[in-house]
């Protein structure tokens, strides 16, 4: 069956196993080894009846034979071992190279994608690479050769017999022409069940608090475990297929062994074949169960495995961002100057424009501020800075070149970010603050913790610095993230320094201390602020007002508060007016 993605599925599934090809080739060839002189057997089998028939000696017979099973085994363990190392670094490579994609994606892309879905793939899919990718393509070669072999082989007995034996392989093919396709459609409607379901997972753990707030556990339960059970009813659909192809070849060569054994009788009987003849050919059709079974389970696996490699590549598939250096180049250390000049924005073809013609003149070194009503742009405007959206139109010029022309590397390195909601990873609270820069110094960190008022904090922690977080800074409060996020931001020594609301969970205290220490850094470096408290803002030394995506005013507070009503009913609201 094949599907317009087929082709790229192949080549994904041959791109794993294109670096393991040697173990693959080798421990392919034991197993085939292995499979011909089991292969063997039966014609040492014949002679030794013809042997006893004549009363010769057996001994020198018997040794052969022993000595085939053994080699046979020996050979066969062998390849098994290689096969299964090379399964193996299959799903290593598929996870490598999986992660590499998943960490180079576009923001977009990864917010339109469920994480747990995402995480499924990594886990799940892959796994199921093991098989395909080694003994289900060294089965399949292997199943083939030897099957053709013996088939060749009891030609070369009896013609009669054989045609009884090819007419049992119709009747496998027969199934398993119509199971494996069912096979593939189930296997990919349970990976996508579980990744369904890892996503729903992903959803509650994520909102854990909110879930038991709202009482909505039995409702999550509930959508989990349908999403659970979507997988095992997919799971069993496929299981039914599998059985069926396979058992149609233990079936088939029973009924096969039972025709073979009445029609070679009677041909013994009037003396067109010898009884060793007869023998050696049962023993044929009782070992072609084996390469048949090898056949079919490599093509199960094989359908399993391309319903995995399907899923893998829609990965591959998503946007990543422009691969760029691999270290960020050197940039300068002052204040970067930045330019919006008539910049547009929307956030899908299909909505509307969220920025509609932004222009801002950002000089190096000082403190701007966006304020504004909620949804009005502003945080959509650092995200084009740092370009997890590109503008539909217009441009942003940092020191007077297109961010679109910059290396990415080098641009971010000279950003420091402090999101909306302060995100935390898990870890310690050291790795957070010096997640933007690994090497910073034992005084460097301890400086951004005083600045930030931090230190009482650590201080108060069991382990100080090396104290862990929990998930998303979980064990922190809210304005603690907010000033851990801002030490990692400063730590980094940024030449712009991206604010987004990072004062709202902070008590009065808190905002003074950290208005002094956002001055300080506007001495050196660029800041942009976004702020709904405009007493955080008051002292930038531009203000610029947005307003439904476009720029309403910018000035001074005084200047605004005197020329721009939305301003001046910000600060009456806020108390601020005559301050
Ligand atoms: N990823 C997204 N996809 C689609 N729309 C988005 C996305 N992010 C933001 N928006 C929309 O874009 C608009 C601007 O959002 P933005 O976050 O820039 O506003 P803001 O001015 O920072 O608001 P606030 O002050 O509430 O933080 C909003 O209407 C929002 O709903």
């Given at each position: 069956?094949?599907?317009?993605?087929?082709?790229?599925?192949?080549?994904?599934?041959?791109?794993?196993?294109?670096?393991?090809?040697?173990?693959?080739?080798?421990?392919?060839?034991?197993?085939?080894?292995?499979?011909?002189?089991?292969?063997?057997?039966?014609?040492?089998?014949?002679?030794?009846?013809?042997?006893?028939?004549?009363?010769?000696?057996?001994?020198?017979?018997?040794?052969?034979?022993?000595?085939?099973?053994?080699?046979?085994?020996?050979?066969?363990?062998?390849?098994?071992?290689?096969?299964?190392?090379?399964?193996?670094?299959?799903?290593?490579?598929?996870?490598?190279?999986?992660?590499?994609?998943?960490?180079?994606?576009?923001?977009?892309?990864?917010?339109?994608?469920?994480?747990?879905?995402?995480?499924?793939?990594?886990?799940?899919?892959?796994?199921?690479?093991?098989?395909?990718?080694?003994?289900?393509?060294?089965?399949?070669?292997?199943?083939?050769?030897?099957?053709?072999?013996?088939?060749?082989?009891?030609?070369?007995?009896?013609?009669?017999?054989?045609?009884?034996?090819?007419?049992?392989?119709?009747?496998?093919?027969?199934?398993?022409?119509?199971?494996?396709?069912?096979?593939?459609?189930?296997?990919?409607?349970?990976?996508?069940?579980?990744?369904?379901?890892?996503?729903?997972?992903?959803?509650?753990?994520?909102?854990?608090?909110?879930?038991?707030?709202?009482?909505?556990?039995?409702?999550?339960?509930?959508?989990?475990?349908?999403?659970?059970?979507?997988?095992?009813?997919?799971?069993?659909?496929?299981?039914?297929?599998?059985?069926?192809?396979?058992?149609?070849?233990?079936?088939?060569?029973?009924?096969?062994?039972?025709?073979?054994?009445?029609?070679?009788?009677?041909?013994?009987?009037?003396?067109?074949?010898?009884?060793?003849?007869?023998?050696?050919?049962?023993?044929?059709?009782?070992?072609?169960?084996?390469?048949?079974?090898?056949?079919?389970?490599?093509?199960?696996?094989?359908?399993?495995?391309?319903?995995?490699?399907?899923?893998?590549?829609?990965?591959?598939?998503?946007?990543?961002?422009?691969?760029?250096?691999?270290?960020?180049?050197?940039?300068?250390?002052?204040?970067?100057r930045l330019v919006f000049e008539d910049v547009?924005?929307?956030?899908?073809?299909?909505?509307?424009?969220?920025l509609r013609g932004v222009s801002v003149d950002v000089p190096a070194t000082g403190m701007t501020a966006f304020v504004g009503p909620s949804g009005a742009g502003k945080s959509?405007l650092f995200?084009?800075?740092?370009?997890?959206?590109?503008?539909?139109?217009?441009?942003?010029?940092?020191?007077?070149?297109?961010?679109?022309?910059?290396?990415?590397?080098?641009?971010?390195?000279?950003?420091?970010?402090?999101?909306?909601?302060?995100?935390?990873?898990?870890?310690?609270?050291?790795?957070?603050?010096?997640?933007?820069?690994?090497?910073?110094?034992?005084?460097?960190?301890?400086?951004?913790?005083?600045?930030?008022?931090?230190?009482?904090?650590?201080?108060?922690?069991?382990?100080?610095?090396?104290?862990?977080?929990?998930?998303?800074?979980?064990?922190?409060?809210?304005?603690?993230?907010?000033?851990?996020?801002?030490?990692?931001?400063?730590?980094?020594?940024?030449?712009?320094?991206l604010l987004d609301e990072i004062t709202s969970?902070?008590?009065a205290?808190?905002e003074m201390?950290i208005r002094d220490?956002v001055t300080t850094a506007a001495k050196?470096?660029t800041v942009l602020v976004v702020a709904h408290r405009l007493s955080t803002v008051t002292q930038a030394d531009r203000i610029v007002v947005v307003d439904n995506g476009t720029v309403r005013a910018s000035g001074t507070h005084d200047e605004l508060v005197a020329s721009d009503s939305m301003y001046a009913d910000f600060a009456a609201t806020q108390l601020l007016v005559g301050e």
């Amino acid at each position: 069956m094949r599907t317009p993605i087929d082709r790229p599925a192949w080549r994904t599934l041959l791109g794993y196993v294109r670096p393991h090809r040697r173990t693959v080739l080798i421990g392919g060839t034991l197993t085939l080894l292995g499979g011909l002189a089991a292969a063997a057997q039966p014609l040492a089998a014949k002679a030794l009846v013809d042997r006893l028939g004549t009363g010769g000696a057996i001994t020198g017979l018997l040794a052969l034979l022993v000595a085939l099973a053994l080699a046979a085994a020996a050979i066969a363990m062998v390849g098994d071992y290689l096969l299964e190392r090379a399964a193996e670094s299959v799903v290593l490579v598929a996870r490598k190279r999986l992660t590499r994609k998943l960490l180079s994606l576009r923001v977009p892309a990864v917010q339109r994608a469920e994480p747990g879905d995402l995480m499924s793939r990594f886990t799940s899919d892959t796994t199921l690479l093991r098989e395909v990718c080694t003994s289900a393509l060294v089965g399949l070669v292997t199943g083939a050769v030897t099957t053709v072999v013996m088939v060749v082989m009891m030609g070369v007995m009896d013609l009669a017999l054989l045609g009884v034996t090819v007419a049992v392989l119709a009747v496998v093919g027969l199934f398993a022409g119509a199971g494996l396709p069912m096979i593939e459609k189930a296997s990919r409607a349970a990976q996508a069940a579980v990744g369904d379901t890892g996503a729903r997972l992903e959803r509650a753990l994520g909102a854990f608090r909110t879930v038991k707030a709202a009482g909505a556990e039995a409702r999550e339960i509930a959508a989990i475990e349908r999403g659970a059970e979507d997988a095992w009813r997919a799971g069993l659909r496929s299981a039914r297929w599998e059985s069926l192809v396979h058992g149609s070849n233990t079936l088939a060569i029973q009924a096969a062994f039972l025709a073979v054994l009445g029609i070679g009788g009677a041909r013994v009987a009037t003396g067109a074949i010898s009884l060793s003849t007869l023998v050696a050919f049962l023993l044929f059709l009782f070992y072609l169960t084996e390469p048949i079974g090898q056949l079919l389970h490599a093509g199960s696996r094989l359908s399993v495995g391309l319903a995995a490699v399907r899923r893998l590549s829609e990965v591959e598939e998503m946007q990543s961002e422009p691969a760029g250096a691999a270290h960020a180049e050197a940039v300068a250390k002052d204040g970067a100057r930045l330019v919006f000049e008539d910049v547009r924005f929307r956030y899908g073809p299909e909505l509307p424009e969220v920025l509609r013609g932004v222009s801002v003149d950002v000089p190096a070194t000082g403190m701007t501020a966006f304020v504004g009503p909620s949804g009005a742009g502003k945080s959509t405007l650092f995200a084009l800075i740092e370009r997890f959206h590109e503008p539909s139109a217009g441009r942003i010029l940092m020191d007077g070149r297109d961010l679109a022309d910059w290396d990415l590397a080098s641009l971010r390195a000279g950003v420091g970010y402090v999101e909306q909601d302060a995100p935390m990873l898990s870890g310690t609270l050291r790795d957070n603050l010096v997640y933007g820069r690994p090497d910073a110094t034992e005084e460097e960190i301890r400086d951004a913790v005083a600045h930030t008022r931090l230190d009482s904090l650590v201080e108060r922690l069991p382990e100080g610095l090396d104290t862990p977080v929990g998930h998303r800074g979980n064990f922190l409060s809210g304005g603690e993230r907010q000033r851990v996020a801002l030490a990692r931001a400063l730590i980094r020594r940024p030449r712009l320094l991206l604010l987004d609301e990072i004062t709202s969970q902070l008590d009065a205290a808190n905002e003074m201390a950290i208005r002094d220490v956002v001055t300080t850094a506007a001495k050196t470096m660029t800041v942009l602020v976004v702020a709904h408290r405009l007493s955080t803002v008051t002292q930038a030394d531009r203000i610029v007002v947005v307003d439904n995506g476009t720029v309403r005013a910018s000035g001074t507070h005084d200047e605004l508060v005197a020329s721009d009503s939305m301003y001046a009913d910000f600060a009456a609201t806020q108390l601020l007016v005559g301050e």
